[in-house]
């Protein structure tokens, strides 16, 4: 598995509209089933999405796997990363702060708040998951560095599993103790919140300093 992509799933992990949809599934009485759907919607969505892209790029022959291909791929996966972390630090690009007000990026959750069902629950999955700068990225070098379908499926299916990490984490408290679940979801927003902006920073200059530095010395 390439380092830089799992290194993208990681700072996926902490969505801050994920978790203001977590903690507000999780403080409902079905809070099991209301889970379930959620992280199975989301998690179908994310997959078929990568899946779709790896297998369209890999069907129109774009040469994944040759070296030239990979050092393009890097190229432009470095540049990205670093106009996206330079247009976070300038202020073009906000983050969201995902409270748990009204007023944050969770907000809607909370204003469907007597009408959420599993169906609601499962299309919230998907809705809180749209691919992101991070995951285009990482679809970008899985498809230049995994030239059969069958590697770049498996690529795809772990970034997603690591992104849906604290959704499947939240789940599986769940089960045994939704009350805690609840407690460690609301701990984990409030410590992240604070740190986001760092987060994202630190992973689009390490991950895009490598990528163009890798991309560049294989040109």
Not at 178 to 185: D, F, N
């Amino acid at each position: 598995m390439i380092f830089e992509v799992i290194l993208l799933a990681l700072a996926s992990t902490v969505r801050p509209t994920s978790l203001a949809a977590v903690t507000a599934l999780l403080g409902r009485e079905s809070s099991r089933r209301l889970m379930i759907a959620y992280v199975a919607g989301g998690l179908i969505f994310a997959f078929v999405f990568g899946v779709v892209v790896v297998g369209v790029f890999h069907g129109i022959h774009v040469h994944a796997g040759s070296d030239r291909t990979k050092a393009v791929a890097d190229v432009v996966g470095g540049v990205a990363a670093l106009l996206f972390g330079v247009a976070v630090l300038v202020g073009l690009v906000r983050l969201r702060d995902g409270g748990t007000s009204r007023s944050g990026a969770g907000g809607w959750m909370f204003r469907l708040d007597r009408r959420i069902t599993v169906r609601v629950a499962a299309f919230a999955g998907p809705l809180t998951h749209i691919p992101g700068v991070f995951y285009l990225i990482a679809l970008n070098v899985i498809v230049a560095h995994n030239p059969y379908i069958p590697g770049g499926v498996v690529a795809v299916a772990v970034y997603d599993a690591i992104w849906f990490a604290v959704p499947i984490a939240a789940l599986l408290m769940c089960i045994v103790d939704p009350g805690m679940a609840q407690s460690l979801v609301i701990a984990v927003q409030r410590r992240t919140t604070q740190h986001s902006r760092t987060i994202v920073l630190a992973t689009c200059f390490v991950v895009g300093v490598a990528l163009l530095v890798r991309g560049l010395l294989h040109l």
